[in-house]
């Protein structure tokens, strides 16, 4: 009888260390991307980086106003279409349009949080000419 009881009080433990993995696993699903911003580039933290929750942190180190789009896309980084213009991508022409922060002044930081789903996305300042200066680059979700 007291075999059971302590068999029964195995198995709870058991339980609770499983749950305990799967909340610490859920949260590990939330990554952040640090950006800076600048002429005429973005420096991403990492080229890659997991599929799930995705934060961007950017911060403007340039002394120009800036923005970042971020395109679900399979075309090259310098290869985006361009606007009649000449001086803009068309964003809904070049892929998905999966968010962006606009009105990045010159030192000022801003996030945005996202969901990913594994694939190609680039990262472009759409502001007129731009995107021809540089500033776009690709980031491999995972
Ligand atoms: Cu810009």
Redesign the pocket.
């Known amino acids: 009888m007291h075999g059971k009881k302590l068999l029964l009080g195995g198995l709870v433990l058991v339980a609770l260390v499983l749950v305990g993995c799967d909340l610490a696993s859920a949260q590990s699903t939330s990554h952040t991307a640090r950006v800076v911003v600048r002429e005429w580039a973005f420096e991403l933290s990492s080229a890659s980086i997991p599929a799930g929750e995705v934060t961007f942190q950017l911060v403007n180190q340039g002394q ?1 106003e ?2 970042m789009v971020i395109l679900k896309t399979d075309l090259p980084a310098n290869a985006l279409k361009i606007k009649a213009n000449g001086a803009e991508v068309d964003e809904s022409a070049s892929g998905e349009v999966m968010g962006e922060v606009e009105d990045l002044g010159s030192g000022q930081t801003k996030s945005v949080t996202l969901n990913l789903a594994p694939g190609r996305y680039v990262l472009t ?1 759409n ?1 007129l000419g ?1 995107y021809k200066a540089g ?1 776009v680059t690709v980031l491999e979700v995972n």
Do not use: Q, T
């Open positions: 120009a800036h923005e300042c502001i731009h500033m």
